[in-house]
């Protein structure tokens, strides 16, 4: 399969490719489900092409979830291995929470690793970690 480009857009918003296996998603103020669904799509095929996905979310830009977003949310997440947030303002902090929460019972296999924080400087060190902590975890079980 060919590789992604190192940039997307959907609508306003912006996926960036870090490593292969690690994006950047830029999320703008006008969020709508069409987006969210084009991003996934996009998600889950670096999943299904990695086997792994490390993803942070940005949402400094964002100020509300509309309701049909967080309503379907829960049912368009893909296998992530880590996501962090960022720049959530408390509101989307919950909303991200009742997600997550939501995902959990609907999806138990989609059980990872989440966090919130104030920058980029602080997240992606952190999916840096969690992206050994998978290397480390595999590499044991898969001995060569």
Known sequence: MPSLPTVLRFGDHCVRFVTPDMVVVEFKPDIVIE?????TDVLQ??????????TLADLSAVTTVPRRVRILGPRVVPAYDALAFVSANFALRVVAEMVMRATKVLSPKLSFPYAFFDD??????WLHAQRRAFEATHAAAHPR
Do not use: S, W
């Not at 987006?35 to 991003?39: E, S």
């Open 35 to 39: 987006d969210v669904i084009a991003i």
């Open 120 to 125: 980029h400087a602080t997240a992606l060190p």
């Open 45 to 54: 095929t670096v999943k299904e092409q990695e086997g792994r996905l490390f």
